[in-house]
Structures are given as structure tokens and as C-alpha cells.
């Protein structure tokens, strides 16, 4: 039986054997959402090579809380519940570049969080920033300079 799997084993060591709604990196506690290479991983360990796989699974470990806390801000406003007010008071006193924007929209807002847990966990360099909704432009610019 060992024998015979072994061809197939040898071939994807990286992918173990799991449910198949998890991601593939050992450990890793997320959903897998990105289709990488023959594998479904989540898309912190879709984002970085291999090498980087334990490093980032230890990085979303130690961040368990804020994947909890972007489940809870998506529930939230599935019910309607106040998840700006919550969501300005639970970064308050860690960090406010956290907090939404008084613009943001809250699928916007749970992606920027998804963003932000990739970048804690090193899987991501750069931290999102809040996208808002396109406000128009100044209006009268052309106008005014051939005025004056
Ligand atoms: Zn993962």
C-alpha cells in the first residue's frame, strides 16, 4: 500500500494530505482560497514562496485574534450590528491607522483587515491603506485660472 502512493507522494511533498477546505502549508489555521501550482493554500501562503511558508504560518499563529476579529466585523454587518463603532473601539488604544475611515465601505474594510493580517503575518511588505469610495474632483480649476 506505502509503496504504491509513493510515486504520487514524491511528486507534491509540499501538499499534505487534509481537508480540503484548509490550507495546505503545515499548520496553517486558515482557509484555502488560492489554487497555487496543484495545491489550495490561503492567500498569505499564496503570496510567498515555499521557503517562506513556516515563517508566515507562525506570523498568522501569533495573529489568530485578528483573523477572529475580521470574522466577527463580517458577522456584524451581516446582522446590522454596529461594526464601525466596534471596530473604532477595539483599535483604539493599540492602533488607530486600523480604524476605519469614516468613508469606508465594510466589505472595503474587512478586505484592508484582510490585507493588514498578511502584512503582520510577512506575507505582504506593504500595509494597506484604506480604499474609499472616488470622490469627484475639484471642479472650477480651469475655470478660475482664466479668470485671474
Ligand atoms: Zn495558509
Redesign the pocket.
Known amino acids: 500500500m506505502k509503496s504504491s502512493f509513493r510515486g504520487i507522494a514524491e511528486q507534491k511533498p509540499k501538499f499534505e494530505e487534509k481537508d480540503p477546505k484548509r490550507?495546505?502549508?503545515h499548520d496553517?489555521p486558515?482557509r484555502?482560497s488560492v489554487n497555487i501550482d496543484g495545491g489550495w493554500?490561503?492567500s498569505?501562503?499564496g503570496a510567498v514562496p515555499a521557503d517562506k511558508w513556516p515563517s508566515?504560518?507562525r506570523g498568522?499563529r501569533d495573529h489568530i485574534w485578528l483573523s477572529e476579529f475580521i470574522d466577527e466585523m463580517r458577522t456584524m454587518d451581516r446582522n446590522n450590528g454596529d461594526w464601525r463603532g466596534f471596530a473604532m473601539q477595539f483599535w483604539a488604544n493599540s492602533d488607530a491607522d486600523c480604524q476605519p475611515h469614516e468613508q469606508e465601505a465594510a466589505i472595503a474594510y474587512q478586505n484592508r483587515m484582510r490585507g493588514e493580517l498578511l502584512h503582520r503575518s510577512g506575507a505582504t511588505k506593504n500595509r494597506p491603506k484604506p480604499r474609499l469610495p472616488k470622490t469627484p474632483e475639484p471642479s472650477g480649476y480651469f475655470f478660475n485660472r482664466a479668470a485671474t
Do not use: D, S
Request: glycine content about 0%.
Open positions: 490550507c495546505a502549508a496553517c486558515c484555502a493554500t490561503c498569505a501562503h508566515v504560518t498568522l
